[in-house]
Structures are given as structure tokens and as C-alpha cells.
């Protein structure tokens, strides 16, 4: 079956510092790929994807490269915010497989001035 | 407009009350989905919706009851709950059909608490 595996957080930064979240991945055929973030108290926000390998998603200065040889999509900013303080997610989905989504166990960020 | 709305955003309730969570999407969608997700730990699937018949119910208690009355909507009806049932649930959306795998988008949430 497929699985995601994230990073344990809590991840602490410096506001500005270089962020990376690892994130790998089983799956049975050609996975799309997503980063979601949930702000606290609320719901998850797609933050970017990649559909077949090699696709870069970014977003709001994020990108994630969809890594196939590795079965890998880290996140990556280059200079974080305190207002980046969330939980980021990694999951997965194949087609013709109701879009059913497999969620990593989420890693938290926080980002101190 | 990739907005999925879903109220109350808060409700508590008893053991023995009987009450209705509700979301909508004006996108189009024909995929609609209900999570459960439990402190520090990612969403849980609970039921899917694929042309507003049950898809998939991932072997929810019968205290659960979901209903999709049009493409738009998506309600969750909860009754005689348990403490432990107390969750943010969260309503998603998506295209459906096809090899490809679309990306869900996700309403707010509800906080439930159930005494």
C-alpha cells in the first residue's frame, strides 16, 4: 500500500533562516504529490504540487521537486517568516483511485523573531 | 474561487443530542469528502462522495450519518456521539473521474465537543 513518511517536528527557526521538510514516500504507480499547511485552528490549504516526476510545485516563495529516483518531495523556503508557523503536511494520491489522499504524520514549524 | 464553506465552526454537544454539520462548494466538484482529525495527527477519511452517492465509508459508526442532497452540499448528521468522538472535521472537495488524481481542497472545519 502507499505511506508517507515527514519528519518529527517540532522544527524551531530563526525568522529568515533556510527551511527544508523532508518528506518520502511507497506508493504502488504514479503518485501526484502535495504539500498542504494548516494555520492553527484552521482547516488545510494546498500549498503546492507535482503531478509526474521532476515537476517543481512552489508557492508564496515554497518549492518541492518531485523526486522519483529518491521517492522524495522535501519543502523548501529559502527565508522563513514568523507568519510560516504552521503544521505542513506531505500526501500522496494516484489516479483512478478516487483521489484518496495518504497523509504523512505532519510536521510542525515554528518560526521565532 | 476555491473556497469550501462549512458551519457552525464550533459546536458543542451532548451525548443524547442530535445535530447536523453542514458544507458547501460552488466549484463544480463532484468528489466531497468528510475527515476526522484528532489533535497533532493528520486527517482521518471518513465517507466519500462521488456524484452524490456514497462512495466510500471507511468503516465509520453508525452514529455518523452523511447525506449529499445536491453537487453543492454535503451534510454530516451526528447523533448519541461519545467524548471520544470530539474532532475537528473538516469537508473537502475535488474533480472526479479519470487516471489522473485531482487535489482536494478543504473548508475551514468544525470544532466539536462533545460532553
Known amino acids: 500500500g502507499n505511506s508517507v513518511t515527514q519528519m518529527e517536528g517540532p522544527v524551531t527557526l530563526s525568522e529568515e533562516a533556510f527551511l527544508t521538510i523532508n518528506c518520502t514516500y511507497t506508493?504502488?504507480?504514479?503518485?501526484?504529490l502535495f504539500w498542504y499547511v494548516q494555520y492553527p485552528g484552521e482547516g488545510l490549504q494546498l500549498l503546492l504540487k507535482a503531478t509526474k516526476a521532476d515537476d517543481k510545485g512552489s508557492n508564496k516563495g515554497f518549492e518541492a521537486t518531485y523526486r522519483k529516483e529518491t521517492t522524495s518531495f522535501h519543502l523548501e523556503k529559502g527565508s522563513v517568516q514568523v507568519s510560516d508557523s504552521a503544521v505542513y503536511f506531505c500526501a500522496l494520491s494516484e489516479g483512478n483511485a478516487g483521489n484518496m489522499l495518504t497523509f504523512g504524520g505532519g510536521t510542525r514549524l515554528m518560526v521565532k523573531p | 474561487d476555491t473556497e469550501v464553506t462549512q458551519t457552525p465552526k464550533h459546536l458543542v454537544m451532548g451525548m443524547t443530542n442530535k445535530k447536523s454539520l453542514k458544507c458547501e462548494q460552488h466549484?463544480?466538484?463532484?468528489?466531497m469528502y468528510w475527515y476526522k482529525q484528532k489533535a497533532k495527527k493528520p486527517p482521518e477519511l471518513m465517507f466519500v462522495?462521488?456524484?452524490?452517492?456514497?462512495?466510500i465509508n471507511e468503516s465509520v459508526p453508525s452514529r455518523f450519518s452523511p447525506e449529499c442532497p445536491n453537487s453543492s452540499l454535503l451534510n454530516l448528521h451526528l447523533h448519541a456521539l461519545q467524548p471520544e468522538d470530539s474532532a475537528l472535521y473538516l469537508c473537502a472537495s475535488s474533480r472526479e473521474g479519470g487516471p489522473s488524481s485531482y487535489e482536494q481542497y478543504f473548508g475551514p472545519g468544525t470544532r466539536l465537543t462533545v460532553t
Open positions: 506508493a504502488t504507480g504514479y503518485p501526484s
Open positions: 466549484m463544480g466538484h463532484r468528489a
Open positions: 462522495y462521488s456524484y452524490e452517492k456514497l462512495s
